[in-house]
């Protein structure tokens, strides 16, 4: 019991002390009560302006954020300035990285017109900006300068394919016809894969990455034309010299040259130019496109254009000298192999030079298309010049200069079948819609010379002599035709077989006017006289001849045989086979004949033989086998005479 009281009074003691704390506890909160009551008063004027407040603080935040910024930009152009007024010889990158910050400051301030600040400061800024592009002028101006030297000729020859095949060029005497076919080495090549080109390095890709970084920032900057100018100038120069040194005459050298200069300089002109387009021009494409990177397409093919314009016309003053040449048929083939390599470098060029105007290329249109009208008015000119050929003919009888010039030419004219049908299609006149044919010019070359050597046979006072002068040439045209596979099949086997006949025509019509009379000498006819019987024997034949007759047949057989041998040994048929053949024909025909006749007639005069029958049969048959060598019985030289060509 006792513990239960002492806990209970403990318990009580414990409730009084809650109690009490109670009390201070309620008491507390009315004061606080009042407190709050008076704070709540005091603070609400105060909650009034806070938003107004929260403004401001916002705004003095910004505006402590944004001077803390234009600061910046002061130190960064002091930093800037710096390095711009050191240039960019030291640093390049350096400079090109201030270049960029004071962009940026520009733009910055440019945001900030409303300070007052900021005007003085552009104008500070862009005269850094103006200093800096002066700079880099310079240092474009002197990096791109001496960076563009003239390309070695070597290191040039070096970026050919290493199988590339030699351009043909036509270097043989028109006459000599054992030359080798250059359509065959065409198509050889043509059989082949185009062989690839390694352009050449015009400036080390080291300095490719600043050089373009200049250019970008000049252009940025509004020096469009400065950029432009140094550029060409830097580039068309070297150019220049890398076509000096490769030996292309300027256009004041060209016309201090003589013709036969310009010729020999063709075959080089030629690869210079083929190496100029796929080497050169196409090496400066590329270079162009990579100092110019990123800048608008437009700009850089005008850099591009005036860089390699003027060694474009200074290649170009080449074949403009070469169609002033007088329109002679041996210089068509030098034209041929100067329009030749210009098709087919055409679509390069094209491709290359692809500004709006074009006129970077129309000084090559110019050239190509004179080069086809020059080449088609001498191949049409030579026509005429066949026709209208008046050289006389020679003694001997054989293939006449005119022919054998005229089938060699011809012979060359196929040889670049392909260039003159391109040609010739190109050709028009003014009365004439659609360029001209190939095959059918030909055809009509060989008709007026068929027709030039018929008249000249008639100069020929000997018909036997103009049908064997019309056999040699035209079994000259013909041979010629038939060696050639080009020829052949343009011409058709019906004009080989047409021609053929003339020729067999001919050298009949030459036995029957040249051997008739020999041949009546030893002809029975005339004296074999009827006896009145139904046939006539030997015998009867014989003693029904006078003597006087027979004596007087072998005398005229002697004369005539004689007359005709020394004639005709001076006589000459070019071409072994044919002049065997005629030989050959000859004797058949009169050898029989003779032959009979001795048998018959020859113990009439038995006892003057040696006088009257002065050959026999092999003799003949020998000396026939002498005739048409183009000299004298017994003489071991030929009948020369010079032979001019078509008389020009």
Known sequence: MEALKEK?????????????????????????????????????????????????HDNVSKSLKRTEGIINQFDHIREVEVVIFKGPSEDLDGFIEAMDQLLQISQFFNSLKSYIISESTLLHVNRLLDDATKLAETEFKKMLTALSKPVDPMSLSNCLPSKANAHAVLTADLDDSSNSSRKDELETNNSQEAPAYKLPTLISPRYIPQLHNLAIRLVL?????????????????????????????????????????????????????????????????????????????????????????????????????????????????????????MCELQPEMEAM?????????????????????????????????????????????????????????????????????????????????????????????????????????????????????????????????????VAKKLLGDDWIQRQRRVVQLNANQYKRVSWAKVLESVSSQGLLLSSGGSSNTMENAVSTASKDVIKERFKSFNTQFEELYHRQCLWKVHEPELRESVRLSVAELLIPAYRSFIQRFGPMVENSKSKYIKYSPEDIERMLGELFEGKAPGQDYCFIVNRPLIGY
């Open 8 to 56: 209970a009074n403990l318990l009580r003691q414990s409730l009084e002390k809650s109690q009490v704390t109670t009390e201070k506890m309620m008491a507390a909160f009315n004061t606080f009560d009042r407190r709050r009551s008076t704070l709540d008063a005091a603070i609400r004027p105060i909650q009034k302006i806070m938003p107004d407040m929260m403004r401001c």
């Open 221 to 341: 900057l509004g020096h469009h034309m400065q950029c432009l100018n140094i550029y060409r100038d830097a580039r068309a120069n070297a150019l220049q010299q890398t076509l000096h040194v490769l030996g292309v005459p300027r256009k004041d050298e060209l016309h201090k040259m003589q013709w036969d200069i310009i010729e020999a300089k063709c075959p080089h002109w030629i690869e210079v130019m083929q190496k100029s387009v796929k080497l050169l021009f196409a090496g400066e494409r590329k270079l162009c496109d990579e100092v110019l990177e990123g800048i608008e397409k437009p700009f850089l093919d005008r850099c591009f254009v005036e860089a390699t314009s003027s060694s474009l016309a200074t290649l170009l003053n080449f074949g403009e000298a070469v169609v002033k040449i007088k329109k002679m048929p041996d210089k068509l083939f030098m034209l041929l192999d100067v329009y030749e390599p």
């Open 353 to 485: 030079f692809v500004s709006n105007e074009r006129n970077e290329l129309m000084q090559w249109f110019l050239v190509r298309t004179r080069l086809v009208t020059v080449s088609a008015e001498i191949l049409l000119g030579f026509r005429e010049l066949v026709l209208k050929d008046s050289t006389s003919v020679f003694p001997e009888g054989s293939v006449h200069p005119l022919s054998s010039y005229t089938m060699n030419y011809l012979k060359f004219l196929l040889d670049y079948q392909d260039v003159l049908t391109q040609l010739l299609l190109e050709y028009k006149t003014g009365d004439q819609e659609e360029g001209l044919q190939f095959g059918p010019l030909i055809l009509r070359i060989l008709q007026v010379l068929q027709s030039n050597v018929e008249a000249k046979s008639k100069h020929y006072k000997d018909q036997g002599q103009s049908h064997l002068f019309l056999m040699n040439n035209i079994h000259y045209m013909v041979t010629s035709v038939r060696k050639t596979e």
